[in-house]
């Protein structure tokens, strides 16, 4: 059982298109990361989010956690292929960390 | 570049057998976290030392162990290796000793067991 589920799993979309990926839980964290992964390589921090509601914008990406501090969601405008990659929502409750099922993006030229 | 170095990059070997991997973290870290990533489970947290101190636990097995040394780097110890530790595992560190994910990767090193 995961703590962090992410949908959708896998993503092929056009250049240019919108997309939105989830990240849900029934547990409340303290904070939750966004994280792209790209083919052997480590995963790299995109954002944190820590209060309930937040939005933040990163160019072309808004993040934001939800009110409960339950689930965050990922919105990318007008996607390009240097988005391709595997997205992963992770966040800490207690001494634990909890990194989410992972959405991969495919983005076409 | 993250500025967390992992070795080796790749290694392979045989059932049975025992092996490490070592990580320097980042300049100035002092966190270190060990985490397995295999095609059906995902990226999975390990361990987490800070500065020599075992921090957190996650879903680590008894087979395998990990230290933090003086210096600040980690070796994370797997032994008696079976084909389903076949994973990535990565090492990423972190300023803080407190509960945080704003951690930093490292390239990885691909643990091949046949």
């Known amino acids: 059982t995961q703590l962090l589920e992410q949908s959708p799993q896998f993503l092929s979309i056009q250049e240019g298109e919108n997309l939105t990926v989830y990240c849900n839980s029934s547990?409340?964290?303290?904070?939750l990361q966004w994280y792209r992964q790209e083919p052997g390589e480590g995963p790299v921090l995109l954002v944190t989010?820590?209060?309930?509601?937040e939005v933040k914008k990163l160019k072309r990406l808004t993040f934001q956690f939800g009110d409960a501090r339950k689930d965050s969601s990922l919105h990318i405008t007008a996607a390009q292929p240097g988005d391709t990659g595997l997205y992963l929502c992770?966040?800490?409750?207690?001494?634990?960390?909890?990194f989410g099922t992972g959405t991969s993006l495919t983005v076409i030229p | 570049d993250s500025g967390v170095t992992q070795t080796p990059k790749h290694l392979i070997t045989a059932t049975g057998q025992r092996v490490t991997l070592r990580c320097s973290p980042r300049?100035?870290?002092?966190?270190v976290y060990w985490y397995q990533q295999s095609l059906d489970q995902g990226l999975q947290f390990l361990i987490q030392?800070?500065?020599?101190?075992?921090?957190a636990k996650g879903n680590i097995l008894e087979r395998f162990s990990a230290q933090q040394f003086p210096d600040l780097h980690s070796e994370l110890n797997l032994s008696s290796l079976e084909l389903g530790d076949s994973a990535l595992y990565f090492c990423a560190s972190s300023v803080y000793g407190a509960p945080s994910i704003e951690q930093f990767f490292g390239p990885g090193t691909r643990l091949t067991v046949l």
């Open positions: 030392y800070y500065n020599g101190e075992e921090r």
């Open positions: 989010v820590v209060t309930g509601g």
């Open positions: 300049s100035g870290d002092l966190s």
């Open positions: 992770a966040g800490n409750t207690g001494n634990q960390f909890y």
């Open positions: 547990s409340v964290f303290s904070s």
